[in-house]
């Protein structure tokens, strides 16, 4: 376990210094990332591998506050959170995370030898949701915010770090339960049906692109995914990633 999770960490140490919003690594070994951004600004990363209490998460987030820190818990998604449109009754740190990152806990998974960092959303009311996996996170989308919560056990207001959502995440969310024909507005143009069915924003890079089509793929590939609709929805994903590549080729060819 101890190697996947030293992995996932060296794995954000590099993405995050090649998306250029770090300016000074305090600590970048093992389970915990301590580093400043550009801004000014502390962050502690803290990749969970097993099952956390409310009072660890509690405990954590009041040390980081009291020297200025912000936090972001990214926990590995294979251990702790359930499949995609899979159902679930949510956990009271479950609860928490989403309570602190705006509805969604951030995840990483190793797949191969590539890792992915990603949000998952959990749709629904109450302590019943369906878990819906996004596409892989933008690093250079990295900020701070500081967010009030109210539940027994779990009130305050806490620094954290969390990604900013992408113009298209959630009109990817949608596009993986509809039809074409009924695609959201926000998906009504060619071009934004691709970016949406990627999940990626139209100023998104050639790697970016790539790491976002490799991650949908092994989700949807109709070898690993039995579910009836996985080989149209990969046949979407095929269509979006040509699309955008050439695209972003023509756009290389322009600027030459």
């Known amino acids: 376990m101890r190697t996947v999770t030293y992995n996932a960490g060296a794995y954000l140490v590099e993405e995050l210094q090649r998306a250029g919003v770090v ?6 070994g093992g389970d915990i990332l301590l580093f400043e951004l550009w801004g000014g600004q502390k962050v502690s990363i803290h990749l969970i591998e097993s099952s956390i209490e409310l009072y660890e998460i509690r405990q954590t987030l009041a040390h980081n506050q009291a020297q200025g820190i912000h936090t972001l818990f990214i926990v590995w998604g294979d251990r702790l959170l359930p499949g995609d449109g899979q159902s679930c009754a949510l956990e009271t740190w479950m609860s928490a995370l989403l309570a602190l990152y705006g509805e969604r806990i951030y995840a990483y998974d190793i797949y191969g030898s590539e890792i992915f960092v990603f949000p998952v959303h959990f749709e629904g009311y109450g302590y019943e949701r369906v878990a819906r996996f996004g596409t892989t996170v933008n690093m250079a989308h990295l ?39 009924t695609q959201p507005e926000t998906a009504s143009t060619p071009l934004q049906k691709y970016y949406a069915a990627l999940g990626v924003d139209a100023d998104v890079e050639r790697d970016a692109l790539r790491k976002a089509y490799r991650l949908l793929a092994r989700r949807y590939h109709p070898d690993v995914n039995k579910a009836p609709g996985a080989t149209a929805r990969m046949q979407q994903i095929n269509e979006a990633y040509a699309a955008l590549l ?11």
Do not use: M, N
């Open 23 to 28: 300016a000074y690594f305090h600590h970048d």
């Open 143 to 181: 900020g701070c915010a500081s967010v009030g919560t109210s539940a027994a056990g779990f009130t305050g207001v806490w620094r954290v770090a969390r990604f900013r959502v992408g113009r298209f995440e959630g009109a990817r969310q949608r596009y993986d339960q509809r039809t074409e024909e």
């Open 246 to 256: 050439a695209l972003l080729a023509d756009d290389g060819e322009a600027r030459a």
